[in-house]
């Protein structure tokens, strides 16, 4: 087997570049339509706190973690582990994330597909006046169509992401960012300016904290990791490619900061705008694809409003599933040492077969359960409170206790050049407080605390 040569590792030419492609890969369908509902449902700004504290207490420790045990190890996730843990079994890891991206992608890219499928809906107006509902239920139980648009998904990550990093992720995600704020600022002002978008915000942001469960709580948890890709080497791949001068404390700070800021603005674009006509806030995809048209269809100019919002997500998913597909992509070729567009071609062929039941879950295949849940639900459930969660605890113990943050320290602060202020508080919350909040999560996602009775 041909042998890959690390010397010609590419990497992210630019720290707008780095910003682009990390912040692309957390910014997602996650921050778009999950966030602003959960955050609702659980009681506004009271659930806002507590996500809040996940974000800065357990994702911004984890981000860290990936971003600067990648860069140390300079390989994929496999070779990661294999460098920085020479003969033990850490390299399984690797296992689990590139089966995370596969499971993720293999759902992921279907939504994204439906969102493809409104993009010239949205321009053709044919949309308005039918009934919403009915309008989106027959395009996701038909066969053809959306797996046509699954693979046009598939189809553009794949072209973004052949030409490698600084030729491939870096570039694109430098133009599709800033395309997508743009979009968020005009729809966002569109949105509170609407007679009413009043009750939108409050919706949102009021603290209601009788309406915040402990399933509320977890739920925080859980969404902050997949809102910022955690849990499945993303970050661990992007820190791979990031330059040694780069400074890494602010660089995962700035990218969840980036994050937490589109998912409440993209809650100001929703909610203001439902509360506004008088509609019921739905949950999931219900919220994009019924409610929404909804709201377009009866605000003035809608039709240019619904296309920029549908290629607002669109870009925003596209930046999601590069990220996915880089994690495979990198492992393939460095572990196999064969060229970057067959390992691609090869993942990408494995990614279609598997888009295939989820697309069809909503129809053809809809009978088709386990345990009470369709092939995507249980994609979806296994990727969010499983692989996600367990990956992010390898990622604690193995810098906690295993590698050890002395070890680390060093890729961290740039052989001192920068100060570690929080390294003591770092070392707490990766050894204690990230692992046992995940434990947690584990244990509510699995159902296991609510049968003894927990919450
Ligand atoms: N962070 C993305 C979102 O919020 O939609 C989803 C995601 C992408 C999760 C990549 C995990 C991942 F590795």
């Not at 496999?78 to 089966?99: D, E, I, M, Q």
């Not at 791979?240 to 800021?261: F, G, H, M, P, R």
């Not at 947690?440 to 003894?452: F, R």
Request: proline share 4%; with cysteine; net charge positive.
């Amino acid at each position: 087997m041909a042998k890959f040569d690390f010397s010609k590792r590419d990497s992210f030419g630019s720290k707008i570049g780095v910003i682009a492609a990390a912040a692309g890969s957390a910014i997602g369908l996650g921050n778009i339509w999950k966030f602003p509902y959960i955050t609702g449902e659980n009681g506004g700004g009271a659930f806002l706190l507590v996500y809040l504290a996940c974000i800065a207490l357990i994702g911004l420790p984890i981000m860290l973690a990936e971003f600067s045990l990648g860069r140390k190890a300079n390989r994929n996730v496999f070779g990661a582990f294999k460098k920085l843990a020479p003969n033990t079994g850490w390299y399984w890891s690797g296992v689990l994330f590139n089966t995370a991206a596969f499971t993720i992608m293999s759902y992921y890219a279907v939504v994204a597909g439906w969102i493809f499928a409104y993009i010239p809906r949205s321009i053709s107006g044919a949309l308005s006046g039918q009934n919403f509902n009915e309008a989106f239920s027959n395009l996701n139980s038909s066969t053809v169509e959306p797996l046509i648009w699954s693979f046009v998904v598939l189809g553009l990550t794949i072209f973004f992401i052949h030409s490698g990093i600084k030729k491939g992720i870096e570039k694109y995600t430098k133009i599709l960012m800033p395309i997508l704020l743009v979009l968020m600022i005009i729809l966002m002002i569109r949105s509170v300016t609407l007679p009413g978008a009043m009750e939108g915000i409050d919706f949102l942001f009021a603290p209601n904290f009788s309406a915040l469960t402990p399933g509320g709580v977890l739920e925080a948890l859980g969404h902050a990791f997949f809102s910022l890709s955690l849990g499945m080497g993303v970050m661990m791949t992007y820190g791979s490619y990031i330059q040694k001068q780069e400074n890494l404390q602010t660089t995962s700070l700035q990218v969840v900061i980036a994050d937490t800021a589109i998912a409440l603005m993209a809650g100001v674009i929703i909610f203001p705008a439902v509360f506004a006509y008088d509609l019921e806030p739905s949950s999931g995809p219900g919220l994009i694809f019924i409610t929404l048209p909804g709201v377009f269809n009866a605000m003035q100019g809608g039709i240019i409003f619904q296309t920029l919002f549908f290629i607002l997500i669109g870009i925003a998913a596209l930046t999601s599933t590069m990220s996915l597909v880089e994690v495979v992509a990198s492992s393939v070729t460095e572990q196999l040492g064969i060229s970057r567009n067959k390992g691609i071609l090869m993942i990408a062929g494995l990614m279609a077969l598997l888009i295939i039941p989820n697309s069809l879950s909503y129809g053809a295949m809809s009978d088709v359960t386990l345990f009470g849940h369709t092939v995507f639900g249980v994609f979806d459930f296994l990727a969010s409170n499983i692989f996600l969660p367990v990956g992010g605890l390898m990622i604690a113990l193995f810098l906690g206790w295993f590698y050890k943050l002395k070890n680390i320290r060093s890729e961290i602060t740039n052989e001192g050049k920068y100060r570690f202020r929080l390294a003591g508080v770092y070392n707490y919350l990766i050894k204690y407080i990230a692992p046992v909040a995940i434990v947690i999560i584990l244990l509510y996602a699995t159902g296991i605390l609510s049968k003894l009775g927990w919450v």
